[in-house]
């Protein structure tokens, strides 16, 4: 196993010198989101076990003489998992990095996201995304550094998101953590060394290298095509494209402007505002992550090891104004929080969509979303989590294949991903509905593998260049979590799906209709337009994963789920979904 350096420890290690950034405030109800119980002890203990408030540690520094944004994350704070905290110190880093024009290093140490915090914190991928989406449309370089562990929606964001990717020697690395893969997977797959090997990241540094290392590329990546380095100076003549530097070439700093400024909570995915009244139902926000294997475990990164409880992924969660976790929140962020017309409801009414605000491009002018696909099984709402899990595992329940023939007068399909794979888990093609063209994507029910992802990749980048609407159709326990899956270059297909959906400039509309089992189905959803069927459920972790990890009898798992509130309607509460009306009330 690989030396295990605390975040500070790995910026001195690489850095000259260290600014740490400053910091979006967040007040959230004991316990969390989730109301956790035990959460807040546990945050208190890893705060006093490691000298840190948060999972990670962002700031300016030199490396080798050249400037850049450092994003260190502190394994020992709660396994480096990613809640809506951390999600909010990310996003600042991210926004300070395009105002002053400066490359991104992440040095990466994670084993996914929070269990305490459910979907919320699952949904931190998709804010992520949308924030290395934007650096790279700024022309900023991404270098991230692997640490041991870099596993789940951590590896499937951060580090297979990144331009260049530098690992540490024998870190463990892979979309599966170690609590999530098959019982005779190959270990040596989920290395650092492995990845290199098939591709999916560019070279193993002893740590004694790499500050050099990294100086270098940071050298060569980090000046303009004229030979000017890139800098602070650098704000006004190449001010991010489509990004938050909308002030004219001037550094808008960490509440950047138009498009930057920590929006309120939960905009990112485009959430309505959610009112006090939420805090009614504990607002315990959903948790079932599923680090990237069909229902994977939490704590999956350090092979087991996490300090405490954590999920394997991370999504958009609300940002740093969400006050009180029940204050007003911008549903569109941008969109000044109006909802505009868009697609039909899960019973089939049509409704206003929320307004999306984690796009980094502008919409396609004329395009209007495809309509959300009527229900096709049960029309009740489940009693419990318990119930909506049994639901959406029935082998009574529609599948794609059902969706897509009622929904289509006529469709082709498209197949494989152009790298030598193909997932009959993952329909990809066009259709004719009511007389428009819209492309599709549809998980089966099983765990998807990575040509899946890159066939769903491959299929939303032809729509949005052709202007034709997407409706994706989610269903999955998780990402495929095999030895051969991480050769495959799982971590990276995912990546790219996340960015690709974030990126989109044509509507995309989705439709939750079975299993939604963590970054592995989330990386099909639409921030902001995803819609949720009675016989679903969204989860951060399995319920029976997420008992285990608790040391608790499987006999609790029902309970489990319950506290994980993953059934339709508490992911519209916690706007993850849309409502029936069109919104998401987050």
């Not at 996201?113 to 804010?127: I, N, V």
Request: net charge negative; charged share 20%; aromatic share 4%.
């Amino acid at each position: 196993m690989a030396e295990r350096l605390s975040a500070r420890e790995v910026v001195a290690l690489v850095a000259d010198d260290f600014t740490e950034i400053p910091y979006p405030e967040r007040q959230s109800r004991p316990d969390g989101p989730l109301a956790w119980q035990g959460y807040d002890d546990a945050r208190a203990r890893a705060a006093e076990r490691t000298g840190e408030q948060e999972s990670v540690v962002c700031g300016t520094a030199h490396v080798e003489g050249t400037p850049a944004v450092l994003i260190a994350f502190e394994f020992g704070f709660l396994g480096g998992s990613l809640g809506e905290r951390t999600g909010d110190r990310l996003e600042a880093a991210y926004t300070y990095a395009r105002a002053h024009r400066l490359p991104v290093v992440p040095l990466v140490a994670t084993g996914g996201s929070r269990m305490q915090e459910g979907m919320l914190a699952l949904t931190q991928l998709q804010r992520v995304a949308r924030q290395s989406a934007l650096t790279r449309e700024a022309g900023l370089p991404q270098i991230a550094v692997l640490r041991d562990p870099t596993t789940g929606g951590g590896w499937a964001t951060l580090g297979a998101g990144a331009d260049v990717i530098l690992a540490l020697p024998d870190a463990q690395v892979g979309f599966a953590g170690s609590r999530v893969r098959p019982p005779n997977a190959d270990p040596t797959a989920y290395t650092a060394q492995a990845q290199v090997a098939s591709g999916a990241a560019d070279t193993v540094v002893p740590a004694a290298a790499l500050r050099e290392t990294l100086g270098q590329w940071l050298r060569l990546l980090g000046r303009r095509a004229s030979g000017t380095a890139l800098g602070p100076a650098d704000a006004g003549a190449g001010t991010a494209r489509g990004t938050a530097d909308a002030a004219g070439g001037t550094a808008p700093g960490l509440a950047d402007t138009a498009e930057e400024t920590t929006r309120g909570s939960a905009d990112t995915t485009g959430r309505a505002a959610r009112g006090t009244a939420d805090a009614a139902e504990g607002t315990t926000r959903r948790s079932a992550d599923a680090a990237g294997g069909a229902a994977r475990g939490t704590a999956d990164a350090a092979g087991g090891a996490t300090p405490e409880p954590v999920d394997a992924i991370g999504g958009t969660s609300p940002g740093p104004a969400d006050t009180a976790e029940g204050a007003s929140r911008g549903s569109a962020g941008a969109a000044g929080g109006t909802a505009a017309p868009g697609p039909m409801d899960a019973t089939g009414t049509t409704v206003p969509a929320p307004a999306d605000a984690v796009r980094v491009a502008p919409s396609v002018p004329g395009v209007e979303p495809a309509p959300v696909p009527r229900p096709l099984g049960v029309t009740d709402l489940p009693g419990t989590g318990w119930d909506a899990v049994l639901r959406a595992r029935s082998p009574r329940r529609p599948r794609a294949g059902q969706y897509l023939d009622a929904y289509f007068s006529h469709r082709v399909a498209i197949s494989g991903d152009r790298c030598g794979g193909t997932d009959p888990g993952m329909l990809c093609g066009f259709g004719e509905h009511e007389g428009r063209t819209v492309a599709y994507a549809a998980q089966t029910g099983t765990a998807t593998r990575p040509a899946g992802y890159r066939t769903a990749t491959r299929l939303i980048r032809l729509a949005d260049r052709l202007g034709i609407p997407v409706l994706t159709l989610v269903d999955t326990p998780g990402a495929a979590n095999d030895a051969e899956a991480e050769r495959q270059g799982a971590g990276a297909a995912i990546a790219e799906l996340f960015t690709t959906v974030a990126s989109a400039r044509t509507p995309i509309t989705t439709l939750l209709i079975g299993e939604g089992g963590s970054g592995g189905a989330l990386a099909l959803a639409a921030p902001g337009t995803t819609y949720a069927t009675p016989d679903s459920y969204f989860s951060v972790i399995a319920p029976e994963l997420a008992a285990a990890i608790l040391k608790r009898p499987p006999e609790e798992a029902e309970t489990t789920a319950n506290h994980l509130r993953i059934r339709p309607q508490d992911l519209v509460e916690l706007g993850v979904v849309a409502a029936a009306d069109g919104r998401t009330q987050s």
